[in-house]
């Protein structure tokens, strides 16, 4: 409870300082636009070819394309700028601002930035995934809407605590915002299912940087193609991950010196 | 001529230098640059299945051989200026490069051969996997792969001049993320990087003939995979040639008028 209040408190301030630069809203919204008319274009020149790709109808990777952008404006929001300013926080020794106040660390450092124009990139995926729902025509079953639920709080914990983990190696490397570029790389290529990917890369997309699980397994639960293994998969996974850079997070907080120290 | 030869040599030495420094970093902007053709690969490959063999005269193989093709032709004639010069005005750091007795655009030339010059063995090497994967289908032709060469180094000429005059639009707003994102858009289907020109609609692949694009990326790959015939190709380099020097009056007239209002903090 304590802890939404702060997430409030944090947006709150986020939004105040924004809002003194509203013309930024005009050019984000553009450049989202921009973003989202490119990758309906792309699939509109694949599917002119061809009415199934993978095994995927177009309907269904649209429903993928709206989860992509969900997913990828909730990183812009909050993930990708908090972690950024804790990079920067650790190579400039300010984090002791951050450590010593009475409230879990690792939540202030992954909250305290929030990039409130990203939010277009959200609005425009979650538009993008109703409509592409609504023509699919298929009634979405409680069970499936579960599913879709589940999977993506689940993809998203699994990408935040995968970001918290490279972060968190600034403690050993103080530079490391190269490493973060990787993962923008790596997720453009979960526009598209991760089947039609070779094995090697497929491999790599699920489990070396987890963008499937982000994009591609949600996007198969609307479709009904979610199997109880991959379901059971990214349950774990999640809650493993979940623990696992909890304790990389205190183990770089034990490495950690200071400014002052 | 021989005083410029002097400084770019001595500019070399100084940039490949500093550059090896952060190679490691350099390597990982190149995933991107991989990563791109190789999803596109991927999904035609994947398009050309669901219809038995080809789409539109492209095989699995044909497809194999255009993106590795566009990711060496693309990596040797991007630039990221676009991206940088916003920042150099901002914190006024051109300041600096206009006390020189040269035009900086010679040091940015520099900097980009120099990159390349670092990242080559890993972009080959990527090819050379890429081949070994999805088995290219290459039928080279003697003439145009000869012609290939100045086709590449005038796309690379015409790619620089052009992006680099855009990059220009700092001077008068330093809201450029939305004209670099545009700019990145059209380039990204009207150059080929997305669908070979040939499989795009007319209209759009008529509108790439007649801007830039075509010729900075998309030509010297289909002059390589012996598409194109010999007139084709002519008219190609007329056109390439028009460009540069288009993209040279363009450049001297947008940088003189840039300057002219450029204040920076302490200028």
Redesign the interface.
Known sequence: MNSLRLFWVFLRVSVLSELAYR?NFF?QL??SL??L??AL??LA??F???D???GWRPDEVLALVGVFFLVGGAIHLVIEPSMQRFIEAVSEGTLDFTLTKPADAQFLVSIQRVEIWKLTDLVLGTGLLVFALVRMGTHLGALQAAGFAVTLVAGGIIVYSFWLMLATLSFWFVRVE??L??F???Y??G??PVS???RW?RFSLTFLVPVAFATTVPAQALSGRLTGRTLLGAGTLAALMLVVSRLVWRAGVRRYSGASA | MKGLVDIYRQQFKTTLASFLQYRAAIAIWMIGHILEPLIFLVVWSAVAASRGSEVGGFGAPDFAAYFIGMMLVNHATYTWIMYEFEYRIRHGSLSFALLRPLHPIHTDIVDNVSSKLITLPMMLLAAGFLAAVFKPAFHPVLWAVAAFVPAIFLAFLVRFLIEWTLALAAFWTTRVSAINQAYHVAALFLSGQVAPLALLPGPVRAVATVLPFRWTISFPLELLLGRLTPGQALAGFGAQLAWLALSLVLLRVVWRAGVRIYSAVGA
């Open positions: 013309a050019l553009f450049e921009v973003d008319g490119v274009a792309g020149v694949v002119s070819y061809t199934t790709l993978g190269n490493i570029v990787i923008q790389s790596m453009e290529a526009r598209w039609l990917y070779p890369l």
